[in-house]
């Protein structure tokens, strides 16, 4: 089965709404067949109202949104998802999250198995891939291991950047800090 995947950086682009600047590729994404996705708020403290603001886009994509944290049984949810997005905000919350609601293993299943299609956008991009090992995010809670769902076989930085030759900041980029000795 081919795996389905949709890895977005980042949710808001400056000047732009919530997943403005990728709406038509989740339309393209999802398609007709999806009808509901499964939307993961566990990178939020306040999950609710992430699943209002994810609920509400996506209804104007034509989708029904239903929050992994408004069901009675997470991995049952997930078993029965058509679609899965997993949103950003902090990737240890996020995958603390995932491993205290068992649904690392199902996810990966459904993805890999099943093919129901996968989007993540920044820390739902980061459990993609095969650990956390990559996140910028400060460490807040820790996760029971740093191992993610890994639907790539490789990480992922998102909201990379490369380094503004003009800039007069003297701090380290991304690109220097990764590099090798």
Do not use: W
Not at 84 to 95: D, H, V
Not at 121 to 127: E, I, K, L, M, R
Not at 135 to 161: Q, R
């Amino acid at each position: 089965m081919k795996r389905r995947l949709l890895l977005v950086s980042n949710s808001t682009l400056h000047g732009s709404g919530y997943l403005d600047h990728c709406q038509q590729h989740i339309s393209r994404f999802f398609g007709k067949d999806v009808k509901r996705v499964l939307f993961v708020p566990y990178a939020l403290h306040d999950r609710d109202a992430y699943t209002k603001t994810a609920r509400d886009k996506f209804k104007t994509l034509g989708y029904e949104v239903d929050g992994i944290h408004e069901a009675p049984d997470p991995v049952d949810a997930v078993r029965k998802a058509e679609g899965i997005f997993i949103g950003g905000g902090n990737t240890f919350r996020l995958l603390k999250s995932l491993y205290d609601n068992k649904v690392v293993t199902e996810i990966r299943r459904r993805v890999l198995e099943d093919g129901v299609p996968y989007m993540g956008s920044s820390a739902g991009t980061n459990v993609a891939t095969v650990s956390i090992n990559t996140t910028n995010d400060m460490p807040i809670v820790y996760p029971p291991s740093f191992s993610a769902i890994g639907l790539v076989p490789f990480n992922i930085n998102p909201h990379y950047l490369d380094p503004d030759l003009k800039s007069r900041h003297m701090g380290k980029t991304q690109q220097t800090c990764s590099r090798g000795p």
